[in-house]
């Protein structure tokens, strides 16, 4: 495994300019590469798209859904008891409206768990420590200069400075993973400190 140096510019022409300052700073070509990352759901990780095989939101949706099944069921088949009281209608009436209550009851549940965030106002940690979308330049390092790569790339303007360990093949960091969580290159954080 190879140690990397990484930073993510907003255009093109910045993550180039970085670049080229750390050819100016003694790095050589083949140990630096630039990319862009696509935002957040849109890698194509699965054949129908997206990052993921579910939802995070949606996480919380079936125990929702449950509670709905139970609380619409109860509502319906007092309202279907009602109609048959009332009217005289057949009980066939009182079994539909608690299906139907059933029914809504367990779409409104399920909906209702379906967001980002919920009434205490946390947001998902998927959503929270996700790779934003941008130019990434990254860089073949030693122990030695990940130091210096980390300042070349924050005096050029480079955000989110991360370290990792992969596969540096043929002047590219071949085995990157745009939705694994970034790990700030915290030795240079220190350092700033």
Do not use: C
């Amino acid at each position: 495994m190879s140690l990397i140096v990484a930073a993510r510019f907003t255009t093109f022409p910045a993550a180039e300019s970085a670049a080229q300052k750390l050819f100016n700073a003694g790095f050589v070509e083949e140990d630096v590469t630039l990319f862009f990352v696509n935002p957040r759901g849109q890698h194509a990780r699965y054949p129908i798209g997206g990052d993921t095989g579910t939802d995070a939101g949606a996480r919380n949706a079936p125990k929702g859904a449950r509670l709905g099944v139970t609380v619409g069921a109860v509502v319906g088949a007092v309202v279907g008891v009602a109609i048959f009281a009332a009217f005289a209608a057949p009980l066939l009436v009182s079994l539909i409206a608690a299906g139907v209550g059933a029914y809504l009851g367990s779409l409104v549940g399920a909906m209702s768990r379906t967001r980002e965030t919920g009434k205490t106002g946390h947001h998902l940690p998927f959503h929270e420590e996700a790779r934003a979308s941008g130019v990434l330049v990254a860089v073949h390092v030693s122990p030695d200069n990940q130091l210096d790569a980390a300042r070349v790339l924050r005096e050029a303007g480079g955000a989110a400075i991360e370290k990792a360990s992969g596969r540096w093949q043929q002047g590219r960091w071949a085995d990157f993973d745009p939705t694994r969580t970034p790990e700030p290159l915290k030795e240079f954080s220190e350092k700033l400190a």
